[in-house]
């Protein structure tokens, strides 16, 4: 199974990171039926993520019925949170039936999509909004409500913005004896794997950026080395104990059954990010533990 454990490292604390630029103007619209869009939503970093209703349904294989398959040792590399779905190659554009990249705020309750068209958010009474959306097709005005936004805490506020990945270690212990303990730069990540022998990740599979939004949505974006060639995920994620700053993550959008999820610990340290995952089994009498650290800078 996939499990996350209190940290075995130093630093927990929450660091008093900047405001992000577009924290004012971060929520997630939610359409009503008709639209042709599920949903509408501007990060605080600057991102917008919209997910078409001609969008594929988002529920994938839980992680740990993923990892059972695995032959290869690293089971969380393979697995986990950032792990790559079933999905084509895209552009940064468009990607199966969701839209995403930057927006830049123009006026009051306007912003300019890169790669879209234009939004103007015009609110109402009541949690009732519309939505004038231009794009090179047309203009139309779209019904909405604003999802609720509660996670508003200094770790809520630390994790809420895009980061960049940056580097990572895995460590390996087999009845108790560490076997294996190696950290490297996030484009010498198929050095790690195929050394502990996986077969190693495509260009466009390696995890680029993370996004977090107060919204419960996180996104990841893929292609390190090939900026042509990106794609991405997106799912849901909760604190499951924010206090020790464990996250419980879902591939199915909104489904946090333990089928499921699974368990990530987040800390904090200066403007980084750090997130370990891991993973343990039992077989044959061996005892095999694995855990995958990933490290992570504020995008700028």
Not at 11 to 24: D, F, Q, R
Not at 142 to 148: E, M
Not at 199 to 215: A, H, L, N, Y
Request: with cysteine; net charge negative; glycine share 8%.
């Amino acid at each position: 199974m996939l499990t996350s454990c209190g940290s075995d490292d130093d630093g927990n604390g929450i660091p008093a990171l900047p405001t992000p630029e577009y924290e004012s103007s971060s929520a997630k619209y939610e359409m009503s039926a008709g639209s042709p869009y599920r949903s509408i939503e501007f990060t605080s970093s600057g991102n917008y993520v919209i997910i078409a209703n001609s969008a594929s349904d988002y529920s994938y294989a839980p992680a740990a019925a993923v990892a059972e398959k695995q032959t290869a040792a690293s089971k969380t590399v393979a697995s986990g949170m950032f792990r790559k779905k079933e999905a084509d190659r895209v552009s940064r554009a468009y990607f199966n039936g969701i839209y995403y990249g930057t927006y830049t705020k123009t006026g009051d309750n306007q912003y300019n999509l890169q790669g879209f068209g234009t939004i103007t958010v015009n609110t109402g009474g009541d949690n009732a909004y519309s939505l004038t959306v231009t794009t090179s097709s047309g203009s139309q005005t779209l019904a909405a409500t604003k999802a609720v936004a509660d996670k508003d805490s200094d770790r809520t506020n630390a994790l809420c913005r895009t980061w960049n990945f940056d580097k990572i270690n895995l460590k390996v212990w087999i009845n108790g004896s560490k076997k294996y303990d190696r950290t490297v730069p996030a484009n010498k990540i198929n050095d790690l794997l195929e050394e502990w022998g996986d077969d190693g990740w495509e260009e466009d599979e390696i995890p680029r950026q993370v996004i977090f939004t107060k919204s419960g949505t996180y996104m990841v974006l893929y292609g390190l080395n090939d900026y042509s060639n990106n794609s991405l995920d997106i799912s849901s994620w909760r604190w499951e104990n924010e206090s020790k700053g464990i996250i419980r993550y879902s591939w199915d959008i909104g489904d946090f059954d333990d089928d499921d999820s699974g368990l990530i610990t987040t800390s904090f340290s200066g403007k980084n990010m750090t997130i370990w995952e891991e993973y343990s089994e039992e077989e044959d009498g061996d005892n095999y533990r694995e855990k995958i650290t990933w490290y992570f800078s504020e995008a700028k």
